[in-house]
C-alpha cells in the first residue's frame, strides 16, 4: 500500500520569496511516479510537476522544482518567486509502477497543504 | 487540444435517490479515472476505466458503479445516495503509454445529498 505524509496544513509565504512544501511518501514498489497538483478554490486540480523513481535529476517546471531525495522517500515542491496566484491547496500524489507499465494509474493522495501568498 | 470536461458542475439529490455523473477525457487518452474528495481531504480513488473495462478499483462500495464508452468517455453512477457521498467527484484522464501517465483532471461535480 502506498502512503502520502503532508505535515504542513498551511504555509504563508511573502510575494516573490520561494516556498518548499513539504511531502514524504512510503510504498514497497521498486518503481513509482510521484506528482504535484494545485488546487485554487474553483476545484480544479491543476497538475503542476512530476518525478519518476528512477529519474535522476531533479524535475523543474518554469517556478516549480520537486526536491526529490529517494533514500529519504521525500519529494519536496519548491515554488520560487511566490505570485499572489499561487495561494491555493497543494497535493502531493503517488502512483505505484513505471509509466507505461501494467499497473494500474490509482494515485495516492496526501492531506493537503495550503498555500497563502501575502503581498 | 480540449481538455477533460465534467458535467453537470453542481447537483442536489436526496438521500436514496440515484446519480449520473459524466466525463469526457482529454483527446488522445485512453484511461478514465474518478475520484471523490470529501471536504478538507484528499482525493480518493473511486476506479478507473482503461479501453472501456475497469481497470482497478478503490475501497468503495458496489453502488458506486462506472462505465466507459468508445469514445473513451465516461459516467459514475451511484446508487442509493447517502449523506455521506455528499463530495467533489473528480474526474481525470491519461494515456498510459505516455512518458509520466499524467492525470489530466476536469473541473469536478459537487454532490450536495440532503
Known amino acids: 500500500a502506498q502512503k502520502i505524509t503532508q505535515t504542513q496544513p498551511g504555509m504563508f509565504v511573502q510575494e516573490k520569496e520561494a516556498v518548499t512544501l513539504d511531502c514524504t511518501y512510503d510504498t514497497s514498489d521498486p518503481s513509482y511516479g510521484l506528482f504535484w497538483y494545485k488546487q485554487p478554490s474553483s476545484g480544479e486540480m491543476i497538475f503542476l510537476i512530476y518525478?519518476?523513481?528512477?529519474?535522476?535529476q531533479n524535475a523543474t517546471e518554469g517556478r516549480y522544482s520537486l526536491n526529490f531525495q529517494k533514500a529519504r522517500k521525500s519529494a519536496n515542491l519548491v515554488i520560487s518567486a511566490s505570485q499572489l496566484g499561487d495561494s491555493a491547496m497543494y497535493f502531493c500524489?503517488?502512483?505505484?509502477?513505471?509509466?507505461?507499465?501494467?499497473?494500474?494509474?490509482?494515485?495516492?493522495f496526501g492531506q493537503g497543504t495550503i498555500l497563502t501568498v501575502h503581498p | 487540444e480540449t481538455g477533460v470536461t465534467q458535467s453537470p458542475t453542481h447537483l442536489i439529490k436526496t438521500r436514496g435517490q440515484q446519480v449520473t455523473l459524466r466525463c469526457s477525457s482529454q483527446s488522445g487518452h485512453n484511461t478514465v479515472s474518478w475520484y471523490q474528495q470529501a471536504l478538507g481531504q484528499g482525493p480518493q480513488f473511486i476506479f478507473q476505466?482503461?479501453?472501456?473495462?475497469?481497470?482497478g478499483r478503490g475501497n468503495f462500495p458496489p453502488r458506486f458503479s462506472g462505465l466507459q464508452f468508445p469514445n473513451y468517455s465516461s459516467e459514475l453512477n451511484v446508487n442509493a445516495l447517502e449523506l455521506d457521498d455528499s463530495a467533489l467527484y473528480l474526474c481525470a484522464s491519461s494515456d498510459p503509454a505516455g512518458e509520466s501517465d499524467t492525470q489530466y483532471f476536469g473541473p469536478g461535480t459537487r454532490l450536495t445529498v440532503l
Open positions: 476505466y482503461y479501453r472501456e473495462e475497469e481497470n
Open positions: 518525478q519518476g523513481s528512477y529519474d535522476q
Open positions: 500524489a503517488m502512483r505505484p509502477g513505471a509509466a507505461g507499465g501494467t499497473s494500474y494509474g490509482k494515485l495516492t
